[in-house]
């Protein structure tokens, strides 16, 4: 169970819907969790799961685009962020949350070295003389690994391989000392040495700040190395919640189960044909009724069709939310007596 005192940020009942010419989509539909001080949280999830558009709304930055539900909170150190105002919100952006986007090429100024993009932050936000803000760069490249980073303070950022890129953007965001830092997607595009390498970095920084980490991705390699604490979303909602342990050894959700059935292993055949999740997410404005998962489940019962399952407790040790948890063979003796004692 995580304990309260050190919980960071707090996400409640948070509801993002886009209105649109055709309909309302529920990007984010009555999803909460929590972030504790010093640990790294995987949401895991297909493309259009809604991960991004959570990550996004922690940061203030899709507020035009989005109309949130009266209930929705989500609370940094005890402040409601969705009722800060945009003046309010910047001083907490960059500052206290931090952000590490998708694709660093993009994310950079291409007309600006790096030192310099790395020290405007630093005077943006704490206040300091430029010259004292190129000391720190220079020490922030140094921390994440940039090899000859005093030279590399004047290379513009198409001089820079991928993952040294990715490193810049790691230290602009741990420019100011943040204590939650949202990494969408860190390792996409990289080649495997260097996503390793990345992914060391992040749990260096961890440990040696203390900095909590919320860890965006769909590639359950990237979680099972890295977060402690995985919520895996499906169509806007979390389906599958708990420790990386759990949710690794007993999948309970289809949706987990099918994710995880379709990594290719190292000792299967060598001309082994991996499993897919029949079908394909539905269309936003066009989910069915009760569950979301339930047109591509093979478990799926009349309830499914007519009710949407709740979010629990599992005697397992996960929340699931789902009408028909799968059980492993070796389980089912565990599972029939903690359900027939709750």
């Known amino acids: 169970m995580k304990a309260e005192e050190s919980t960071l940020l707090e996400v409640k009942n948070l509801g993002a819907f886009i209105p649109t010419p055709e309909g309302e989509i529920k990007a984010v539909n009555n999803v909460s969790f929590s972030i504790r001080k010093g640990e790294i949280v995987a949401l895991v999830g297909e493309s259009g799961s809604g991960k991004s558009v959570s990550s996004l709304s922690i940061m203030g930055l899709n507020a035009s685009a989005i109309q949130y539900r009266p209930e929705s909170e989500i609370s940094f150190q005890g402040e ?43 005077v943006l936000h704490r206040k300091v003389k430029y010259k004292e803000a190129a000391k720190i760069a220079l020490e922030l490249l140094n921390k994440v690994g940039i090899p000859d980073a005093k030279r590399r303070l004047n290379d513009y950022p198409h001089q820079l391989s991928g993952g040294m890129r990715q ?46 980490i919320l860890l965006i991705t769909h590639d359950l390699g990237v979680v099972a190395e890295t977060a402690d604490w995985v919520l895996v979303m499906y169509c806007g909602k979390i389906v599958e919640e708990g420790t990386v342990e759990t949710i690794f050894e007993s ?55 007519l009710e949407a399952p709740k979010l629990r407790q599992h005697p397992l040790g996960a929340k699931v939310s789902c009408w028909n948890p799968l059980v492993k063979e070796g389980e089912m003796a565990f599972y029939a007596t903690a359900t027939s004692n709750s």
Do not use: W
């Open 80 to 122: 409601n962020l969705l009722k800060l105002k945009e003046t309010e919100m910047r001083k907490i952006r960059g500052n206290d949350i931090a952000m590490i986007f998708q694709d660093p090429m993009f994310s950079l100024n291409p007309v600006h070295p790096i030192g310099k993009q790395i020290a405007e932050s630093i």
């Open 167 to 212: 490193r810049v953007m790691i230290a602009i965001a741990l420019a100011c000392d943040p204590q939650l830092l949202i990494a969408d997607e860190p390792t996409t595009a990289l080649d495997v040495t260097i996503q390793a390498q990345v992914l060391n970095l992040l749990r260096d920084l961890r440990e040696e700040l203390q900095i909590a």
């Open 251 to 305: 999948p309970l959700h289809p949706y987990t189960r099918g994710l995880m059935d379709s990594i290719p292993t190292l000792n299967g055949p060598s001309k082994e044909k991996l499993d897919t999740i029949p079908g394909i997410v539905p269309n936003p404005l066009e989910l069915p009724e009760g569950c979301n998962f339930v047109k591509r489940c093979a478990y799926a019962t009349d309830k499914c069709s």
